[in-house]
């Protein structure tokens, strides 16, 4: 069954270093999300992307996020100046469709900690 | 702005059991509800997704109903198993792509 992949799985970063957190969505969808849980929080929408441009993002998703897709099959999440409170497991989703029908299937996830 | 609240938060039960869990959202324009499941340290499953215009959904011992002029949905597990310990999080769809996620109940079935 196709399986949205994620990588790396965990990632140690120094406070205000650059990240890029990578995504392969399942081939033939054409809607990409990046999400976030804080340990013990709930999980967050930060953006959504289609036809290669944000199409929603929330008020977390400052000037310090960006999202591509470098080529055909990959979606990244680049986080330019890390916080210690960026420390979070991001996940990265993707769905076929964008209507009421819609399912999105999420990737295991990336774990971030910034020291 | 949309709040969604899931109760209760934490949930113990024998095996065998039948079970409810709760969702709750403040704006009922909804597109879509959806229940997943996290097992801890991984990424989340999609269990079943109610569209607005439904009332319910069933796969397997699952079953997922919808009231939106109420702003309710409850997701029911029949006969539970210790493989259905996990965390149950619903979601909401409310604009164009934005999802809001409830805060989780955790289960625990006891063997």
């Known amino acids: 069954e196709p399986e949205v992949t994620q990588t790396p799985s965990h990632q140690v970063t120094q406070m205000g270093q650059e990240v890029i957190l990578r995504c392969v969505p399942i081939?033939?969808?054409?809607?990409f999300y990046w999400y976030r849980q804080i340990l013990g929080q709930k999980v967050e929408f930060l953006v959504s992307f289609y036809n290669n441009e944000i199409s929603e993002k929330s008020e977390i998703f400052d000037d310090q996020f960006s999202v591509e897709r470098p080529d055909g099959s990959n979606f990244t999440l680049k986080i330019r100046s890390t916080k210690l409170e960026d420390s979070a497991m991001y996940f990265c989703?993707?769905?076929?469709?964008?209507?009421?029908?819609?399912?999105?299937?999420f990737g295991p996830g990336t774990r971030l900690l910034v020291l | 702005k949309q709040e969604v609240t899931q109760i209760p938060a934490a949930l113990s039960v024998p095996e065998g059991e039948n079970l409810v869990l709760n969702c709750s959202f403040t704006d009922s324009a909804i597109y879509n509800l959806q229940w997943f499941r996290q097992d801890p340290g991984k990424g989340l499953t999609s269990l079943l997704l109610?569209?607005?215009?439904?009332r319910e959904q069933t796969s397997g011992r699952l079953n997922a109903s919808l009231d939106k002029s109420s702003g309710r949905s409850t997701l029911y597990i029949a006969a539970s198993q210790p493989g259905d310990s996990a965390t149950y999080l619903c979601a909401v769809k409310g604009g164009y792509q934005k999802v809001t996620f409830g805060t989780g109940t955790k289960l625990q079935v006891i063997p």
């Open positions: 109610i569209q607005s215009s439904q």
């Open positions: 989703a993707s769905s076929e469709l964008a209507g009421v029908s819609e399912t999105q299937y």
């Open positions: 081939s033939n969808h054409l809607y």
